[in-house]
């Protein structure tokens, strides 16, 4: 069974900064994309930032400049690096990965949610 686990979020002032981690972990093969999404109240998902396993790192532009995705392969493991936080960055914060997990067995992966709130 493939877990992804996150940790990291909160509540901090405008300004502030945050470091999101997601680790996956079980029978996984090979891992290709990782990145994080976000949801806030009413709002649809969106793609904040994603880091293939080779290739161009892409982000949002609302957090280009203030956010950095990172990963550990030998851990399975992503980050999200926030700073200059604003209060519309407020929202769920979802991880993804794009996992095989053994031949012929591929498909997206998320984590389970974690909660950042930017407010005075």
């Known amino acids: 069974q493939v877990q992804l686990v996150e940790s990291g979020g909160g509540l901090v002032q405008p300004g502030g900064s945050l470091r999101l981690s997601c680790a996956a972990s079980?029978?996984?093969?090979?891992?290709?994309?990782m990145g994080w999404y976000r949801q806030a109240p009413g709002n649809q998902r969106e793609l904040v930032a994603l880091?293939?396993?080779?290739?161009?790192?892409n982000y949002a532009d609302s957090v280009k400049g203030r956010f950095t995705i990172s990963r550990d392969n030998a851990k399975n493991t992503v980050y999200l690096q926030m700073d200059s936080l604003k209060p519309e960055d407020t929202a769920v914060y979802y991880c993804?990965?794009?996992?095989?997990?053994?031949?012929?067995?591929?498909?997206?992966?998320w984590g389970q949610g974690t909660q950042v709130t930017v407010s005075s």
């Open positions: 993804d990965a794009d996992l095989q997990l053994r031949i012929g067995v591929r498909g997206h992966y």
């Open positions: 079980g029978s996984i093969f090979n891992v290709y994309a």
């Open positions: 880091m293939p396993s080779r290739g161009t790192t």
